[in-house]
């Protein structure tokens, strides 16, 4: 079931703690949803639509429901204020997934892995932390599931995307030379939500 929740809400975020804070104050009435299977028909077709807008890769309707079938609880949206007139109008969306990770040489433990697909809002909405609270959003909903990290790709020009994240935290681990379709290189982010020693189970004290 889709839970609703009010801006108040974000104080009580356990990725607070591991997030720095953004600045000034958002839009009062804005209301944020996570997204579940009996809200397909309202709001997939503008999902596709905001996506589709901004982002050079395009995707089928098979990859949105990929990622919403499976993880429609890692997948929040951001709705205009509604009035007597207006019915809900989607301005911002973040589509992700949980998986197992285990490293190719098995250097390392499996991971629990977030990733983060789709971000998108709505070019009128853009620099009142939409974008941010999606992401903390969805990285809480990961902590909650026991995510011990989380990745994602994003245009090495895409200067708003990167900022945005590295302010919340994610370092740059890798450049991916011309990953996507137009050529464009990626850099892909991580953000750590254990320590190294959590992950590894390697935290006995050393004599
Ligand atoms: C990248 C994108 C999602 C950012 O969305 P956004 O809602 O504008 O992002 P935010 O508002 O959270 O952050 C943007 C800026 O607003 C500032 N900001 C945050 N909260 C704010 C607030 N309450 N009031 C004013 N400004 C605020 C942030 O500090 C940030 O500035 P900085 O990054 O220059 O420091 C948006 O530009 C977009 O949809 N782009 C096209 C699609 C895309 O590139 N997606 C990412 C692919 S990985």
Same mark, same amino acid.
């Given at each position: 079931?889709?839970? +609703?929740?009010?801006? =108040?809400?974000?104080?009580? %975020?356990?990725?607070? %703690?591991?997030?720095?804070?953004?600045? /000034?104050?958002?839009?009062?009435?804005?209301?944020?949803?996570?997204? %579940?299977? $009996?809200?397909?028909?309202?709001?997939?077709? $503008?999902?596709?639509?905001?996506?589709?807008?901004?982002?050079?890769?395009?995707?089928?309707?098979?990859?949105?429901?990929?990622?919403?079938?499976?993880?429609?609880?890692?997948?929040?949206?951001?709705?205009?204020?509604?009035?007597?007139?207006? $019915?809900?109008?989607?301005?911002?969306?973040?589509?992700?997934?949980?998986?197992?990770?285990?490293?190719?040489?098995?250097? $390392?433990?499996?991971?629990?892995? /977030?990733?983060?697909?789709?971000?998108?809002?709505?070019?009128?909405?853009?620099?009142?932390?939409?974008?941010?609270?999606?992401?903390?959003?969805?990285?809480?909903?990961?902590? =909650?599931? /026991?995510?011990?990290?989380?990745?994602? =790709?994003? +245009? =090495?020009?895409?200067?708003?995307?990167?900022?945005?994240? +590295?302010?919340? /935290?994610?370092?740059?681990?890798?450049?991916?030379?011309?990953?996507?379709?137009?050529?464009?290189?990626?850099?892909?982010?991580?953000?750590?939500?254990?320590?190294?020693?959590?992950?590894?189970?390697?935290?006995?004290? +050393?004599?």
């Amino acid at each position: 079931m889709a839970s +609703e929740t009010n801006l =108040e809400a974000e104080t009580k %975020s356990p990725v607070l %703690s591991l997030l720095k804070e953004s600045s /000034g104050t958002l839009p009062a009435e804005l209301r944020y949803i996570q997204y %579940s299977h $009996s809200l397909e028909k309202q709001y997939l077709p $503008s999902i596709r639509a905001l996506i589709s807008k901004d982002l050079s890769e395009p995707y089928s309707i098979y990859v949105y429901r990929y990622f919403l079938y499976q993880w429609g609880d890692l997948c929040f949206m951001a709705l205009s204020p509604t009035t007597a007139y207006t $019915s809900p109008k989607l301005i911002g969306v973040i589509i992700s997934k949980l998986e197992p990770h285990t490293p190719p040489s098995h250097s $390392s433990p499996t991971t629990l892995r /977030g990733y983060i697909a789709m971000l998108a809002v709505s070019s009128t909405y853009r620099n009142h932390g939409i974008a941010t609270t999606l992401v903390r959003k969805a990285i809480d909903a990961m902590i =909650e599931r /026991g995510a011990d990290e989380v990745v994602l =790709e994003t +245009e =090495e020009t895409n200067v708003p995307a990167m900022k945005l994240y +590295e302010r919340l /935290g994610f370092l740059r681990s890798k450049k991916l030379h011309r990953y996507y379709l137009n050529g464009n290189s990626a850099f892909r982010l991580v953000l750590h939500l254990k320590a190294v020693e959590e992950m590894t189970g390697n935290n006995e004290e +050393e004599i």
